[in-house]
Protein backbone atom coordinates (compact mmCIF):
# COMPACT_ATOMS: atom_id res chain seq x y z
CA UNK A 1 0.00 0.00 0.00
CA UNK A 2 1.81 3.37 -1.00
CA UNK A 3 1.08 5.83 2.09
CA UNK A 4 3.44 7.97 1.20
CA UNK A 5 2.05 10.16 -1.39
CA UNK A 6 -1.74 11.83 -0.77
CA UNK A 7 -1.99 13.31 -4.28
CA UNK A 8 -0.97 10.11 -6.46
CA UNK A 9 -4.30 9.41 -8.58
CA UNK A 10 -3.21 5.47 -8.59
CA UNK A 11 -6.39 4.43 -7.76
CA UNK A 12 -6.61 1.26 -5.78
CA UNK A 13 -9.87 -1.19 -5.44
CA UNK A 14 -8.76 -4.97 -4.20
CA UNK A 15 -10.28 -7.76 -5.42
CA UNK A 16 -12.18 -8.06 -2.12
CA UNK A 17 -14.16 -4.69 -1.99
CA UNK A 18 -17.25 -4.58 -3.92
CA UNK A 19 -17.75 -1.73 -6.33
CA UNK A 20 -21.22 -1.11 -4.32
CA UNK A 21 -18.95 0.05 -1.46
CA UNK A 22 -16.14 2.02 -3.83
CA UNK A 23 -16.96 6.32 -3.25
CA UNK A 24 -14.13 8.30 -4.03
CA UNK A 25 -13.39 10.64 -0.86
CA UNK A 26 -10.11 11.81 -0.25
CA UNK A 27 -9.47 12.30 3.67
CA UNK A 28 -6.62 15.09 3.22
CA UNK A 29 -7.39 16.66 0.22
CA UNK A 30 -11.21 16.80 -0.25
CA UNK A 31 -12.50 20.17 -1.04
CA UNK A 32 -15.35 20.23 1.39
CA UNK A 33 -12.41 19.98 3.99
CA UNK A 34 -11.34 23.76 2.93
CA UNK A 35 -13.79 25.91 5.46
CA UNK A 36 -16.67 24.68 7.92
CA UNK A 37 -15.60 20.95 7.05
CA UNK A 38 -17.44 19.27 9.95
CA UNK A 39 -21.11 20.40 8.43
CA UNK A 40 -19.19 20.02 4.94
CA UNK A 41 -18.55 16.72 4.90
CA UNK A 42 -21.11 15.42 6.83
CA UNK A 43 -23.49 16.56 4.20
CA UNK A 44 -21.43 14.74 1.42
CA UNK A 45 -20.52 11.91 3.50
CA UNK A 46 -24.06 10.99 4.97
CA UNK A 47 -26.40 11.77 2.33
CA UNK A 48 -24.44 9.94 -0.38
CA UNK A 49 -21.88 7.34 1.11
CA UNK A 50 -22.02 4.24 2.54
CA UNK A 51 -22.26 4.19 6.40
CA UNK A 52 -18.27 2.19 5.66
CA UNK A 53 -16.96 2.69 2.26
CA UNK A 54 -13.83 1.99 0.31
CA UNK A 55 -11.48 4.66 -0.89
CA UNK A 56 -9.36 4.34 -3.60
CA UNK A 57 -7.01 6.98 -3.18
CA UNK A 58 -3.91 6.47 -1.13
CA UNK A 59 -2.92 3.65 -1.96
CA UNK A 60 -6.92 2.09 -0.41
CA UNK A 61 -8.23 2.35 2.71
CA UNK A 62 -11.71 2.05 4.23
CA UNK A 63 -13.52 5.19 5.90
CA UNK A 64 -16.28 4.95 8.46
CA UNK A 65 -18.33 7.57 8.06
CA UNK A 66 -21.55 6.54 10.55
CA UNK A 67 -21.02 6.77 14.27
CA UNK A 68 -23.24 3.57 15.39
CA UNK A 69 -21.12 1.25 13.35
CA UNK A 70 -17.84 3.57 14.26
CA UNK A 71 -18.72 3.36 18.22
CA UNK A 72 -18.91 -0.16 17.37
CA UNK A 73 -15.72 -0.51 15.83
CA UNK A 74 -13.59 1.33 18.18
CA UNK A 75 -14.67 -1.39 21.00
CA UNK A 76 -13.68 -4.21 19.20
CA UNK A 77 -9.52 -3.82 19.09
CA UNK A 78 -9.01 -7.75 18.33
CA UNK A 79 -10.70 -6.89 15.14
CA UNK A 80 -9.78 -3.49 14.69
CA UNK A 81 -5.99 -3.12 16.00
CA UNK A 82 -4.57 0.04 16.59
CA UNK A 83 -0.80 -1.66 16.26
CA UNK A 84 1.15 -0.49 13.34
CA UNK A 85 1.64 -3.93 12.47
CA UNK A 86 -1.91 -3.99 10.63
CA UNK A 87 -1.28 0.10 9.31
CA UNK A 88 1.18 0.88 7.59
CA UNK A 89 -0.03 4.41 7.49
CA UNK A 90 0.93 4.52 11.47
CA UNK A 91 4.14 2.51 11.13
CA UNK A 92 6.11 5.39 13.11
CA UNK A 93 9.39 4.91 15.15
CA UNK A 94 8.92 5.17 17.78
CA UNK A 95 5.51 3.31 18.19
CA UNK A 96 3.24 6.17 19.60
CA UNK A 97 1.96 5.04 22.77
CA UNK A 98 -0.27 4.07 24.09
CA UNK A 99 -2.61 4.58 20.97
CA UNK A 100 -0.45 1.94 18.99
CA UNK A 101 -1.34 -0.49 21.25
CA UNK A 102 -4.26 -3.08 22.30
CA UNK A 103 -5.33 -4.42 25.49
CA UNK A 104 -4.15 -5.71 27.88
CA UNK A 105 -0.26 -3.68 27.54
CA UNK A 106 -3.21 -0.31 26.64
CA UNK A 107 -4.63 -0.71 30.06
CA UNK A 108 -0.62 -0.59 31.18
CA UNK A 109 0.59 2.69 29.52
CA UNK A 110 -2.71 4.43 30.27
CA UNK A 111 -2.23 3.57 34.48
CA UNK A 112 0.81 5.68 34.44
CA UNK A 113 -0.84 8.24 32.87
CA UNK A 114 -4.14 8.28 35.06
CA UNK A 115 -2.84 9.83 38.27
CA UNK A 116 -2.45 13.14 36.95
CA UNK A 117 -5.31 13.03 34.20
CA UNK A 118 -8.24 11.66 36.22
CA UNK A 119 -11.21 14.07 37.04
CA UNK A 120 -10.23 14.39 40.54
CA UNK A 121 -6.58 15.38 39.38
CA UNK A 122 -7.95 17.98 36.97
CA UNK A 123 -10.16 19.66 39.20
CA UNK A 124 -7.31 20.32 41.13
CA UNK A 125 -5.81 22.31 38.54
CA UNK A 126 -8.56 24.79 38.21
CA UNK A 127 -7.62 27.41 39.73
CA UNK A 128 -4.20 27.39 37.89
CA UNK A 129 -6.23 27.32 34.23
CA UNK A 130 -8.82 29.76 35.48
CA UNK A 131 -5.73 32.54 36.34
CA UNK A 132 -4.22 31.58 33.10
CA UNK A 133 -7.33 32.18 31.02
CA UNK A 134 -8.16 35.44 32.92
CA UNK A 135 -4.24 37.11 32.32
CA UNK A 136 -4.52 35.93 28.80
CA UNK A 137 -7.95 37.49 28.27
CA UNK A 138 -6.79 40.78 30.75
CA UNK A 139 -4.55 41.53 27.80
CA UNK A 140 -6.38 40.87 25.01
CA UNK A 141 -9.43 42.51 25.86
CA UNK A 142 -8.36 46.23 25.38
CA UNK A 143 -7.10 45.40 22.01
CA UNK A 144 -10.50 45.08 20.34
CA UNK A 145 -8.98 42.24 18.00
CA UNK A 146 -6.95 39.39 17.76
CA UNK A 147 -5.86 36.50 15.37
CA UNK A 148 -7.30 33.85 17.50
CA UNK A 149 -5.23 30.68 16.83
CA UNK A 150 -1.76 31.78 17.52
CA UNK A 151 -2.14 34.53 20.02
CA UNK A 152 -4.54 32.47 22.27
CA UNK A 153 -2.24 28.71 21.94
CA UNK A 154 -0.26 30.22 24.87
CA UNK A 155 -3.30 29.16 27.10
CA UNK A 156 -3.84 25.80 26.49
CA UNK A 157 -0.03 25.03 25.77
CA UNK A 158 1.16 26.70 28.78
CA UNK A 159 -0.99 24.37 30.74
CA UNK A 160 0.22 21.34 28.95
CA UNK A 161 4.00 21.87 29.52
CA UNK A 162 3.69 22.62 33.19
CA UNK A 163 1.80 19.53 33.32
CA UNK A 164 4.75 17.61 31.04
CA UNK A 165 7.77 19.52 32.95
CA UNK A 166 9.38 20.56 29.88
CA UNK A 167 10.54 24.35 29.69
CA UNK A 168 8.56 27.25 28.37
CA UNK A 169 11.66 28.17 26.31
CA UNK A 170 11.08 25.43 23.66
CA UNK A 171 6.81 26.16 22.84
CA UNK A 172 7.39 27.56 19.83
CA UNK A 173 10.09 25.01 18.46
CA UNK A 174 7.25 21.93 19.50
CA UNK A 175 4.30 23.83 18.13
CA UNK A 176 6.17 23.61 15.18
CA UNK A 177 7.12 19.69 15.01
CA UNK A 178 3.53 18.98 16.63
CA UNK A 179 1.87 21.13 13.10
CA UNK A 180 3.82 19.32 10.59
CA UNK A 181 2.60 15.83 12.02
CA UNK A 182 -1.48 17.17 12.56
CA UNK A 183 -1.35 19.07 9.09
CA UNK A 184 0.67 16.79 6.75
CA UNK A 185 -1.08 14.75 4.42
CA UNK A 186 2.18 13.52 3.12
CA UNK A 187 3.01 9.97 5.43
CA UNK A 188 6.80 10.86 4.82
CA UNK A 189 6.39 14.39 6.81
CA UNK A 190 3.94 13.13 9.88
CA UNK A 191 7.15 10.17 10.63
CA UNK A 192 9.98 12.87 10.42
CA UNK A 193 7.92 14.89 13.11
CA UNK A 194 7.69 11.76 15.28
CA UNK A 195 11.05 10.42 14.95
CA UNK A 196 12.22 14.60 15.58
CA UNK A 197 10.29 15.01 18.47
CA UNK A 198 11.00 11.59 20.17
CA UNK A 199 15.12 12.75 19.81
CA UNK A 200 14.07 15.85 21.65
CA UNK A 201 12.12 14.43 24.30
CA UNK A 202 14.74 11.45 24.58
CA UNK A 203 17.12 14.17 26.50
CA UNK A 204 14.30 15.35 28.48
CA UNK A 205 13.23 11.25 29.77
CA UNK A 206 17.19 10.93 30.46
CA UNK A 207 17.36 13.98 32.74
CA UNK A 208 14.15 12.95 35.15
CA UNK A 209 15.84 9.31 35.37
CA UNK A 210 14.98 9.05 39.21
CA UNK A 211 13.25 12.49 39.81
CA UNK A 212 10.13 12.58 41.74
CA UNK A 213 6.74 11.81 39.92
CA UNK A 214 5.57 15.40 40.07
CA UNK A 215 4.85 15.64 35.89
CA UNK A 216 4.06 13.72 33.06
CA UNK A 217 7.93 13.21 31.87
CA UNK A 218 8.86 12.28 35.19
CA UNK A 219 6.19 9.40 35.60
CA UNK A 220 6.98 8.17 32.23
CA UNK A 221 10.75 8.53 32.68
CA UNK A 222 10.69 5.99 36.17
CA UNK A 223 7.60 4.00 35.26
CA UNK A 224 6.81 0.04 35.61
CA UNK A 225 5.43 -1.27 32.86
CA UNK A 226 3.92 -5.17 33.74
CA UNK A 227 6.20 -5.02 37.16
CA UNK A 228 9.32 -3.89 34.29
CA UNK A 229 10.95 -1.09 34.04
CA UNK A 230 9.95 1.17 31.06
CA UNK A 231 11.63 0.48 27.79
CA UNK A 232 13.44 3.11 26.10
CA UNK A 233 11.49 2.57 23.02
CA UNK A 234 8.19 2.83 25.57
CA UNK A 235 9.03 5.75 27.11
CA UNK A 236 9.83 7.70 24.23
CA UNK A 237 6.78 6.61 22.52
CA UNK A 238 4.72 7.85 25.37
CA UNK A 239 6.07 10.77 25.73
CA UNK A 240 5.75 11.60 21.77
CA UNK A 241 2.01 10.83 21.97
CA UNK A 242 1.16 12.98 25.05
CA UNK A 243 3.18 16.13 23.87
CA UNK A 244 1.80 15.69 20.19
CA UNK A 245 -1.91 15.33 22.05
CA UNK A 246 -1.04 18.38 24.16
CA UNK A 247 0.11 20.97 21.69
CA UNK A 248 -2.21 21.12 19.20
CA UNK A 249 -6.02 19.12 20.24
CA UNK A 250 -7.15 21.75 22.68
CA UNK A 251 -5.83 24.69 20.60
CA UNK A 252 -7.79 23.32 17.66
CA UNK A 253 -11.05 22.89 19.64
CA UNK A 254 -10.84 26.03 21.14
CA UNK A 255 -10.17 28.00 17.80
CA UNK A 256 -13.30 25.71 16.41
CA UNK A 257 -15.12 26.88 19.38
CA UNK A 258 -14.50 30.67 19.31
CA UNK A 259 -14.87 30.39 15.29
CA UNK A 260 -18.44 29.23 15.58
CA UNK A 261 -19.64 31.95 18.51
CA UNK A 262 -17.88 34.35 16.11
CA UNK A 263 -19.97 33.60 13.06
CA UNK A 264 -22.99 33.35 15.87
CA UNK A 265 -23.56 36.04 17.69
CA UNK A 266 -27.08 35.51 18.75
CA UNK A 267 -25.66 32.04 20.58
CA UNK A 268 -22.94 34.25 22.20
CA UNK A 269 -25.42 36.28 23.66
CA UNK A 270 -26.94 32.96 25.11
CA UNK A 271 -23.62 32.79 27.26
CA UNK A 272 -23.43 36.01 27.99
CA UNK A 273 -26.80 36.71 29.45
CA UNK A 274 -26.61 32.99 31.20
CA UNK A 275 -23.68 31.48 31.76
CA UNK A 276 -25.14 28.55 33.03
CA UNK A 277 -25.34 27.29 29.43
CA UNK A 278 -21.84 27.27 29.00
CA UNK A 279 -21.12 23.77 30.13
CA UNK A 280 -23.93 22.23 27.29
CA UNK A 281 -22.26 24.89 24.98
CA UNK A 282 -19.02 23.31 25.50
CA UNK A 283 -20.46 19.55 25.08
CA UNK A 284 -22.40 21.18 21.96
CA UNK A 285 -19.15 22.90 20.47
CA UNK A 286 -17.20 19.52 20.59
CA UNK A 287 -20.05 18.06 19.35
CA UNK A 288 -20.01 19.87 15.66
CA UNK A 289 -16.66 20.68 15.18
CA UNK A 290 -14.17 17.32 16.43
CA UNK A 291 -10.82 17.74 15.18
CA UNK A 292 -9.22 14.28 15.32
CA UNK A 293 -8.81 10.70 13.20
CA UNK A 294 -8.15 8.06 14.57
CA UNK A 295 -7.06 5.01 12.45
CA UNK A 296 -7.07 1.21 12.96
CA UNK A 297 -6.01 -1.94 10.65
CA UNK A 298 -7.82 -5.45 10.29
CA UNK A 299 -5.86 -7.55 12.59
CA UNK A 300 -6.51 -10.72 10.28
CA UNK A 301 -9.30 -11.62 7.59
CA UNK A 302 -13.04 -11.77 9.02
CA UNK A 303 -16.29 -10.35 7.72
CA UNK A 304 -18.15 -7.34 9.29
CA UNK A 305 -21.34 -6.38 8.78
CA UNK A 306 -21.03 -8.25 5.66
CA UNK A 307 -18.00 -6.26 4.88
CA UNK A 308 -15.02 -8.33 3.99
CA UNK A 309 -11.83 -6.80 5.65
CA UNK A 310 -8.55 -8.42 4.81
CA UNK A 311 -5.25 -8.57 6.96
CA UNK A 312 -3.44 -4.73 6.90
CA UNK A 313 -6.76 -3.03 5.56
CA UNK A 314 -6.28 0.55 6.97
CA UNK A 315 -9.62 1.84 8.47
CA UNK A 316 -9.53 5.55 9.13
CA UNK A 317 -12.37 7.10 11.34
CA UNK A 318 -13.74 10.32 10.84
CA UNK A 319 -14.38 11.44 14.79
CA UNK A 320 -14.98 15.12 13.64
CA UNK A 321 -18.41 14.32 11.75
CA UNK A 322 -19.89 11.56 13.77
CA UNK A 323 -21.94 14.41 16.20
CA UNK A 324 -23.26 15.18 13.00
CA UNK A 325 -24.86 11.93 11.67
CA UNK A 326 -28.60 12.49 11.79
CA UNK A 327 -28.67 8.36 12.53
CA UNK A 328 -26.91 9.30 15.81
CA UNK A 329 -28.25 12.83 16.89
CA UNK A 330 -31.58 14.50 16.16
CA UNK A 331 -31.47 17.62 14.23
CA UNK A 332 -27.96 17.51 14.04
CA UNK A 333 -27.19 20.92 12.29
CA UNK A 334 -29.29 22.48 14.85
CA UNK A 335 -26.75 24.09 17.50
CA UNK A 336 -28.51 23.74 21.34
CA UNK A 337 -26.71 24.69 24.13
CA UNK A 338 -29.41 23.36 26.00
CA UNK A 339 -29.39 20.14 24.31
CA UNK A 340 -30.18 17.53 26.93
CA UNK A 341 -27.64 15.04 25.62
CA UNK A 342 -24.74 15.93 22.87
CA UNK A 343 -24.15 13.11 21.38
CA UNK A 344 -20.53 13.15 19.99
CA UNK A 345 -17.26 11.45 19.60
CA UNK A 346 -14.88 14.32 19.82
CA UNK A 347 -12.70 11.95 21.94
CA UNK A 348 -13.21 8.57 20.08
CA UNK A 349 -14.57 5.40 21.76
CA UNK A 350 -13.40 1.95 23.44
CA UNK A 351 -10.64 1.70 25.36
CA UNK A 352 -8.92 4.32 23.05
CA UNK A 353 -10.94 6.66 24.12
CA UNK A 354 -8.84 10.25 24.81
CA UNK A 355 -7.24 10.36 28.33
CA UNK A 356 -6.98 14.04 28.35
CA UNK A 357 -10.63 14.89 27.69
CA UNK A 358 -11.14 15.76 31.37
CA UNK A 359 -8.35 18.68 31.00
CA UNK A 360 -9.69 19.49 27.23
CA UNK A 361 -12.96 20.05 28.54
CA UNK A 362 -12.13 22.34 31.98
CA UNK A 363 -9.87 24.30 29.41
CA UNK A 364 -12.61 25.42 27.41
CA UNK A 365 -15.50 25.85 29.95
CA UNK A 366 -13.01 28.09 31.71
CA UNK A 367 -11.85 29.95 28.50
CA UNK A 368 -15.37 30.80 27.61
CA UNK A 369 -16.23 31.87 31.42
CA UNK A 370 -13.30 34.67 31.61
CA UNK A 371 -14.04 35.45 27.69
CA UNK A 372 -17.39 36.72 28.29
CA UNK A 373 -16.81 38.89 31.77
CA UNK A 374 -14.18 41.16 29.28
CA UNK A 375 -15.89 40.62 25.87
CA UNK A 376 -19.51 41.13 25.89
CA UNK A 377 -19.79 41.03 21.72
CA UNK A 378 -17.33 40.14 19.04
CA UNK A 379 -16.95 38.81 15.06
CA UNK A 380 -15.11 38.06 13.05
CA UNK A 381 -13.12 40.31 10.83
CA UNK A 382 -15.08 41.93 7.72
CA UNK A 383 -16.92 39.14 8.20
CA UNK A 384 -14.01 36.78 6.20
CA UNK A 385 -14.82 33.14 5.81
CA UNK A 386 -12.66 31.10 7.95
CA UNK A 387 -10.48 28.72 6.21
CA UNK A 388 -9.08 25.55 7.88
CA UNK A 389 -6.76 23.45 7.78
CA UNK A 390 -7.28 19.46 7.73
CA UNK A 391 -5.64 16.28 8.10
CA UNK A 392 -4.79 14.13 11.14
CA UNK A 393 -6.07 16.91 13.14
CA UNK A 394 -8.31 19.28 11.86
CA UNK A 395 -7.87 23.32 12.74
CA UNK A 396 -9.19 26.79 10.99
CA UNK A 397 -5.77 28.38 10.01
CA UNK A 398 -6.62 31.94 11.59
CA UNK A 399 -9.37 33.29 13.21
CA UNK A 400 -9.33 37.05 12.70
CA UNK A 401 -11.74 38.31 15.95
CA UNK A 402 -12.71 42.06 16.30
CA UNK A 403 -15.27 43.41 19.12
CA UNK A 404 -15.54 46.84 20.62
CA UNK A 405 -13.03 48.60 23.02
CA UNK A 406 -14.97 51.19 25.84
Request: hydrophobic letters at 40%; proline letters at 9%.
Amino acid sequence: MDVQDPTATNYVVPPHVPASLVYDFDHFNAPELTSQPQARVSARLHADAPPIFWSPRQGGYWIVSRAEPAIDMLRQPELFSSLPTYNKAKDFDPPILPIQSDPPLLDEYRRILNPVLAPGSVHRLESMVRDLATEIVGYLAPRGECEFVTEVEAFPITIFLKLAGAPMADRARLVKIAQKYARSPVFAERAAAVKELAAYLREKLAERRGAPPDNLLARVANAQVNGRPITAVEEEGMATLIFLGGLDTVKSALSFAFAYLAKHPEQYAKLVQNPALIPGAVEELLRVAGTSTPERGASHDFEYRGIQFHQGDRVVFLCQIYGMDPEFVSNPHEIKFDRDVAMHLAFGAGPHRCIGSHLARMEIRLFIEEWIKRIPAFGTRNDEEIRTECGIVWSPAEVNLVWPVS
